[in-house]
């Protein structure tokens, strides 16, 4: 009886590994097909996501590109309605006379006061230059003078220097001779 018992144990725990195993197969089939379809899944989301970014960023370039287009227009624009404003001619006396009353003394005022500026800059500024010429002129002349006064000195220092050299030839002539 107890073999019968033994035996019966022995087959129920050969069931129960078999039914372990098969079952352990099948979880581990189950985790890999998981793991896979996981896989995938990421994957998929992965280049889904690789795809809009890839698509946010075409946008952003689109919209740069739209943008610098619009504000390299609008500079246009505004350069062209500046020349066209600096091409208009200038007001006549007449107009200027019409804008502005003759009997405005602050106005007169203001008028003379500018014209005052402007001439006494204009004569300060044609008083130096006659100066600066001057002033370069001098230091031309003096650095001529320095050169000349150079050139002579050294010319004198070589007349005497070959001087000297025929003298020390004909000293050694003669001792030669006599000697």
Do not use: W
Not at 4 to 31: Q, W
Not at 108 to 130: D, L, V, W, Y
Not at 135 to 141: L, R
Request: glycine share 2%.
């Amino acid at each position: 009886m107890i073999k019968a018992y033994e035996r019966e144990l022995m087959v129920t725990v050969d069931d129960i590994i078999k039914s372990a195993a098969s079952d352990t197969v099948r979880t581990n089939e189950e985790e890999i097909i998981n793991d896979e379809s996981k896989n995938e899944n990421e994957s998929s989301d992965l280049s889904e996501k690789e795809k809009e970014e890839a698509a946010a960023t075409r946008i952003q370039a689109v919209f740069r590109g739209h943008h610098a287009r619009k504000s390299m227009k609008e500079t246009d624009t505004a350069s062209q309605q500046k020349r066209n404003e600096e091409s208009e001619p200038e007001p006549t006396k007449e107009q200027l006379q019409e804008e502005f009353r003759a009997d405005d003394v602050e106005l007169c005022n203001a008028a003379t006061k500018i014209q005052a500026s402007f001439r006494g800059h204009m004569s300060r500024k044609e008083q130096g230059a006659p100066s600066v010429v001057k002033d370069a002129q001098d230091f031309v002349e003096s650095a001529a003078s320095k050169i000349e006064e150079k050139h002579a000195s050294t010319q004198q220092l070589l007349g005497l220097v070959h001087r000297n050299i025929l003298l020390a030839k004909a000293c050694s002539r003669e001792c030669r001779v006599h000697g």
